[in-house]
């Protein structure tokens, strides 16, 4: 990770810490850390892990996923790769407890896929495919 990037996240970590009414030395004795070890963590001495990042917002009651919302905003405009990645990995790793909004046709490929199905379900309940007519059956 490029350190402008590391740096903005840590000084996110910092920021929530101190929102949330909690002193590092809080942070540090629920933890079961001794005293400087935040402050070592977050000055890059001892490297800040996924793992560190994770027990300090569990302290001090912020959820990862809207940590995560708040270090890296999703953007309106993404290739479609990515969009894809992303929709993926939403669906792979969503909370089963949180309902889900149906998926959204905002990719054209899916929008001319449910097209085609709707044209085709149309076609199948008319008959047409049976009788190798395009036209309704009367």
Not at 57 to 73: E, Y
Not at 110 to 121: A, G, N
Request: aromatic share 6%; net charge negative; proline share 7%.
């Amino acid at each position: 990770m490029p350190s402008d990037e590391s740096d903005r996240i840590i000084s996110l970590l910092k920021n929530a810490i101190r929102l949330s009414n909690h002193t590092y030395r809080d942070v540090e004795r629920e933890m079961g850390w001794r005293v400087g070890t935040i402050t070592r963590l977050m000055r890059g001495g001892l490297g800040l892990k996924v793992e560190h990042l994770l027990s300090i917002l569990h302290v001090i009651g912020f959820s990862p996923g809207r940590f995560f919302v708040a270090a890296c905003p999703i953007p309106t405009a993404a290739e479609p790769a990515e969009d894809r990645l992303f929709r993926l990995l939403e669906q792979m790793y969503a909370d089963p407890a949180t309902p889900q909004a149906a998926p959204s046709a905002t990719n054209p490929q899916d929008e001319i896929d449910e097209m085609v199905q709707t044209s085709l379900r149309k076609l199948i309940a008319s008959g047409a495919l049976a009788t190798g007519t395009h036209e309704p059956q009367t």
